[in-house]
């Protein structure tokens, strides 16, 4: 696949930290107006700054901030130091939209169903951590010894943090002395575990096209200008016809499938286009090779 141009790479740069201020606003809105008002548990270093506030009053957004202080050290080793840039925005971020949520006196949402307000608001942060990993971020806290046993483990960030949260919530008992307050905390670290993997494999799901047309050239050429993907032409034989003919393969992400459908129609509506869903994608534009 050729190299892509310079300037598609520092495009990004931005939208990188609109996607961690969106996804810290997730998590700290899912945390504090749906499983803190029903004394819900949860896992990471926000369940353990949780648990404080339950047991001491301490507050949430002051224990985030205290805590995630001596894991930025050890990211910034072995996760570098864009992640380190990344996971201070995001660790400041996060304790802001606590603190402001905090401050709020707004009443508990959905008191005849605590249960539900759980889910929901486990789906709710649960996507907003997906965000912010999905750009190579973090809003701290057991998000960083996520990525760091990802980097060296074939293992989804979401079954790690459900492996790790487990022990977190288990500590529950030591507050509230109830096996039922466990349950609902693995029922909900459980369903926030699915929707980081739910968001980072939605994100980064990828497509790998096959186009062959006779105006290849042209299309090649608008993908690159338009889309700024990479194109690669290959080298092939109509058996039918005996004659060459010139296949374009294109790697992108799902959700410029239908940009692409697009521009193909609007060159050569008689163009054959074969689209599949690839596992991984690897390399510059996608996935970092680990």
Excluded at 1 to 18: C, G, H, N, Q, V
Excluded at 33 to 41: E, K, L, N, R, S
Excluded at 126 to 146: A, F
Aim: positive net charge.
């Amino acid at each position: 696949m050729e190299k892509l141009p310079e300037f598609s790479l520092k495009r990004f740069y931005w939208k990188d930290y609109l996607i961690i201020a969106l996804g810290t606003f997730m998590y700290a809105l899912g945390v504090t107006q749906f499983i803190m008002p029903h004394h819900f548990v949860m896992g990471g270093l926000t369940g353990a700054a949780v648990l404080f506030n339950y047991a001491f009053g301490l507050p949430v957004s002051l224990m985030v901030f205290t805590m995630n202080a001596l894991l930025l050290l050890a990211s910034f080793k072995v996760l570098g130091l864009e992640f380190l840039v990344k996971t201070i925005v995001g660790v400041g971020m996060l304790s802001a939209f606590i603190g402001m949520f905090e401050s709020f006196q707004w009443q508990p949402i959905m008191t005849e169903e605590p249960l539900m307000a759980g889910l929901i608001g486990a789906i709710v942060a649960g996507s907003g951590v997906g965000l912010v990993m999905s750009v190579n971020g973090s809003s701290g806290g057991t998000d960083i010894v996520v990525l760091i046993i990802n980097k060296y483990r074939n293992i989804t960030p979401g079954r790690t943090m459900l492996f790790v949260d487990l022990v977190i919530v288990s500590s529950s008992f030591l507050i509230f002395r109830s096996v039922e307050t466990i349950v609902f905390g693995i029922i909900i670290i459980a369903v926030m575990a699915t929707s980081v993997d739910w968001v980072l494999n939605g994100i980064r799901q990828s497509v790998q096209f096959f186009i062959f047309s006779s105006r290849y050239e042209e299309i090649a050429t608008q993908i690159n200008l338009q889309l700024h993907r990479g194109c690669t032409v290959l080298d092939g034989v109509g058996w039918y016809s005996q004659r060459p003919q010139k296949v374009l393969l294109v790697m992108a992400k799902r959700t410029e499938s239908t940009s692409i459908f697009r521009l193909v129609k609007q060159i050569d509506s008689n163009a054959f286009i074969s689209q599949s869903n690839v596992v991984g994608v690897y390399g510059q534009g996608f996935d970092r090779m680990k």
